[in-house]
């Protein structure tokens, strides 16, 4: 089967895309690619025989005009480049990946032609417009976005997201049936190996003593911050070392900085650039815990990181903010503290720390919720909106 992935993202940077399309790539299918230009990418190559076609843009926070420009010119840009593939390779099926939700209609002359689309929401668009841009459910905007989410999605021929939390929500907001397959952002386990811990230990200068490691997306939403003054409040009872790995919003990751040279601690926390994913669980298996700090807000009430799910594989007790989805799918697996609190979160750390058997019993219960949604388990799900796509294009 021939299909083309089009993400308002970098690829392979973007972690689920790059899941979903190994999974496919493997199970034998033709996978092209159409995703925004990082910087010092060409516009064409191939990835492991996936040919990736970049659109020249990247993309950059901002305004609400500016989010509006970049995704109508991307949305122009992969139109072309779709349609002008699509002459060359006879696609079998389009996979349209969301943010933003209309960039499925991206695919209107194909799906006019009999190719079916499926549309992948990976956030829910009108809860993250309120969170972005700090507005109420019922503004003009909000609603603006509630009709396009149901518009893609009676437009699409099938249609996947991230989680039963998202899942609910979109479904009580269509004035339509519709099946919306979950497909979790769990990890894939054959490609998150463990490597040499005690080289790396010693590689980043880290005493004994309890350690937390950070791998991923740094900005205000991660709310890191409240993490670093935790763990100040802590020095005297508990001396634990902080590596926060990865990139993101430069202004924040200098506050961060900024705010780790302020603090009594600061000379137990270090700052590395981004961390290659086949290197993830090395890093995360120097912790002693995983910590999920969020700030509350419409989107992240409906979150669960992938890093949730490393942590589990890794074997790390959790630390979570309360947040709806994360509460729903990890209680009695995790300690979890009141997003924000910097003292509820210290004592949350506190009692993994200082608990072992209490820790021991929360990874157990954090494995059985890995097992349940092992990328295993969410690959077959795939596969098979895949092979019901390939009836409908035959």
Known sequence: M???????????????????????????HEVDV???????????????????????????RGSRGRYLFQYALFFALSTVRLMALHRRKNFDAVHVHSLPDFQVFCTLALKLSGVPVILDLHEALPEIVAARFHLESGSPLVRLARFVERASVFFADRVLTVNETVRDLVAGRLRFQREIVVI????DLRVLLSGDTDGLKRQLGLKEGPTIVYVGGIN?????????????????RNEIQVVIAGHGDPEYVESLKALA??????????????????????YLALASLGVICYQENPLTEIAIPTKAFEYAAAGKPLAIARLRALA????????????GDVQDLALAIERLITNPAHSTRLVENARAVLSRCSWD??????????????????
């Open 261 to 282: 040279s302020a603090l009594p601690i600061s000379d137990r926390v270090i700052f590395l650039p981004r961390i290659p994913q086949e290197q993830v669980l090395s």
């Open 220 to 236: 205000a939403e991660r709310d890191l911050a409240t993490l670093l003054r935790a763990v100040s409040l802590l020095r005297g």
């Open 34 to 60: 159409i995703c925004l230009q990082g910087e010092g990418e060409s516009l064409e190559e191939s990835i492991h025989g996936v040919h990736v076609s970049r659109v020249p843009l990247q993309a950059r």
């Open 184 to 187: 979790m952002n769990s990890p």
């Open 377 to 394: 388990i969410m690959e077959s799900r795939l596969l098979s909106v895949y092979r019901q796509a390939g009836e409908v294009s035959h």
């Open 2 to 28: 021939r299909a083309c992935h089009v993400v308002y993202a970098e690829y392979p940077e973007d972690p689920r895309v790059r899941r979903e399309i190994d999974s496919l790539r493997i199970a034998g």
């Open 328 to 339: 729903r799918l990890f209680e009695g697996a995790a300690e979890f503290f009141r997003p």
